[in-house]
């Protein structure tokens, strides 16, 4: 009997610990926490945009353009600048 109580146990910290495992991988590493996503907005790329004409929208005329570039390529996971009609792409909520 102990010995099936012993494998049970062995089981249940196997099982919660997967679970656990599941947990961390479905909401991050838990780096940064305590600092939230800023909230964002879709943008639908229409025709004649780039990524620099669309980042120069979202910031005011003082600001530095090349910095919102950047992070329309993080945000959205992008390794280049190409962008394509009607693709969506998150923006820093206005």
């Known amino acids: ?11 249940l910290a196997i099982l919660l610990a997967a679970a656990g495992a599941v947990l961390f991988l479905l909401l991050g590493s838990g780096a940064g926490a ?3 996503l800023p909230p964002t907005d879709i943008h639908v790329v229409r025709s004649g945009e ?3 004409s669309i980042a ?3 910031v005011p005329p003082s600001e530095d ?3 919102m570039v950047q992070n329309l390529k993080r945000l959205n996971k992008l390794e280049g600048g190409l962008i394509a009609v009607g693709q969506q792409l998150m923006v820093p909520a206005s």
């Open 56 to 58: 120069e929208s979202l």
């Open 1 to 11: 009997m102990s010995n099936r109580i012993a494998g049970l146990t062995v089981r």
């Open 65 to 67: 353009t090349r910095q």
């Open 50 to 52: 780039t990524l620099w």
């Open 34 to 36: 305590g600092t939230a």
